[in-house]
């Protein structure tokens, strides 16, 4: 477990990519796991959704949906397991990063706690830029279009199914 917390925090300094993951169900289980405690504790703050049980359904879904979709299209179905594991594996990692802020932050958060989230969200989308770019093979631009785009695709869904978040 300290092998693969490691490796995750080496995906989210960028120095690695989900290649550097061990293969898989077992690993891609474990992130996934982890992403659901950091997920539920993240959901428990201040500023809870309506449905915080569908909310954290649907953050588990849709990307695994659209991540399969992405590697289909793209031939490298093969890649599926270990980028699923990176993706969720460093959005746990940043999102245990941030839980403190988040408490912190209460329903008026100051000026820097408000800046550290925002700077957290941007350096998620980096790291999701920097696995996509690894499991396609692109630029890092198109890896971050991607992670651009199953963002938004991912709030749209939530919010349009589960009520605002």
Not at 105 to 111: K, L, N, R
Request: net charge neutral.
């Amino acid at each position: 477990m300290i092998d693969l917390l490691q490796k995750l925090l080496a995906i989210v300094l960028l120095r690695q990519g989900p290649q550097d993951l061990p293969p898989g169900q077992a690993t891609m289980l474990t992130c996934l796991a982890l992403y659901v405690l950091t997920t539920a504790a993240s959901l428990t703050g201040a500023q809870q959704p309506e449905q915080p049980v569908l909310v954290l359904g649907l953050a588990l879904a849709i990307p695994l949906l659209l991540s399969r979709l992405v590697l289909t299209l793209a031939n490298k179905i093969a890649r599926w397991p270990q980028t699923v594991s990176a993706l969720f594996g460093s959005s746990a990692v940043l999102s245990a990063l941030s839980l403190p802020l988040g408490w912190m932050a209460g329903e008026q958060p100051t000026p820097l706690v408000g800046l550290l989230l925002v700077t957290l969200f941007f350096w998620s989308l980096a790291v999701n830029g920097h696995v996509w770019r690894h499991a396609l093979e692109v630029a890092f631009s198109g890896g971050l279009a991607i992670a651009v785009l199953m963002f938004a695709i991912n709030l749209f869904i939530i919010n349009a199914l589960a009520g605002s978040i």
